[in-house]
């Protein structure tokens, strides 16, 4: 069992409630708004950021905000209640939230806004698939697509009203047609379920029987799509081989990385959770320590694991870092 395992069992991580307080520390208490904890992604960064701030000798709590923002402004009054110095959040209403973070402020709590900014947040922590920059994850992946298939046909799967995400749907939209893609299709898998997207994508597939390619929000969309691509008859296009649908995910869930090995999926953006828990932390560390220094942002590397590259994969449990060996961009 890897260092990060044994660490994480230790803490009792609950899916969609408070997190019972470990019995490391009385000093620092972590408070961790989770945007849909029944994510299996949003659970390994819970045990990463448990894990992390138990190293510390902090304790931790995780709240499950279940994708609505007034239970998000709920819980940021939960945390200050509790005595929380640190509250991570990621803003699903950056206007909604941004009085109950000024609220916290006043009483002393820091916030960092997790792969989010706005009023209240004092600094913020990114995967790079969030952010929409020049030469990143966003111009990676619509290039990858148009070095395989010039001038192909795109269908791109947003998510749920949460600012980011549309946000990136937006991104990829803009890299897709500078390098000359084709978007048919913008649709929005506002259920979030891999279920909602194949029903989605048997009508889509229905319009568009001639799309080349996918980029989704998220695997469970991707995942969705997949399915019902395969249900019609069509076959997903594997790197190192042509032909097919290229379809792209983002989270890195096994289930998407196992999807890959398999040929089901054609890449999936690893967001590295395990590294994201110890960056939330480090961050924590600079404004409970260091506010004068505190860097506005930290900003987690991401790898596009496809048939080509998912032997370099590695898998959560075994990823070990410490602060200082953290992936951090820049």
């Not at 916030?111 to 969030?130: E, L, M």
């Not at 990858?144 to 946000?167: L, M, Y």
């Not at 897709?176 to 379920?193: C, F, H, M, R, W």
Request: aromatic share 8%; glycine share 8%.
């Amino acid at each position: 069992m890897s260092k990060l395992k044994r660490m994480a069992s230790t803490i009792c991580l609950g899916v969609a409630g408070l997190l019972p307080a470990t019995a490391m520390a009385e000093d620092v208490l972590i408070g961790n708004i989770a945007p849909v904890a029944a994510q299996p992604s949003m659970a390994i960064l819970a045990e990463a950021i448990a894990a992390f701030a138990a190293e510390e000798g902090w304790d931790y709590r995780m709240l499950d905000a279940n994708l609505s923002p007034d239970r998000q402004v709920s819980h940021v009054d939960t945390f200050v209640t509790l005595g929380a110095d640190i509250i991570a959040s990621w803003s699903l209403d950056p206007n909604a939230v941004a009085a109950a973070y000024t609220r916290a402020q006043e009483q002393g709590v820091k916030i960092i806004g997790v792969n989010s900014k706005g009023q209240g947040v004092d600094a913020s922590v990114y995967w790079d698939t969030q952010l929409c920059v020049p030469g990143g994850v966003y111009e990676y992946n619509a290039n990858w697509i148009a070095e395989r298939k010039p001038g192909a046909k795109v269908i791109v799967f947003g998510g749920p009203p949460v600012p980011s995400i549309q946000d990136n749907k937006a991104c990829f939209i803009e890299a897709a047609k500078a390098v000359g893609l084709e978007v048919i299709a913008t649709p929005d898998n506002t259920q979030d379920s891999t279920a909602n997207a194949a029903a989605m994508s048997a009508d889509l597939l229905l319009r568009h029987p001639d799309v080349d390619a996918v980029w989704a929000y998220n695997d469970n969309t991707a995942l969705g799509f997949s399915a019902s691509a395969y249900a019609s008859g069509k076959s997903i296009w594997k790197a190192g081989e042509e032909g097919g649908v290229m379809v792209f995910g983002t989270n890195g869930d096994e289930i998407a990385i196992d999807a890959v090995r398999a040929g089901r999926l054609t890449g999936t953006w690893d967001p590295n959770y395990i590294a994201f828990g110890g960056a939330i932390v480090l961050m924590a560390k600079h404004l409970l320590e260091q506010p004068d220094q505190t860097p506005e942002d930290l900003v987690v590397k991401s790898m596009l694991v496809t048939a080509e590259t998912v032997g370099d994969y590695v898998v959560n449990e075994e990823r070990q870092y410490t602060l200082d060996t953290l992936p951090l961009v820049n």
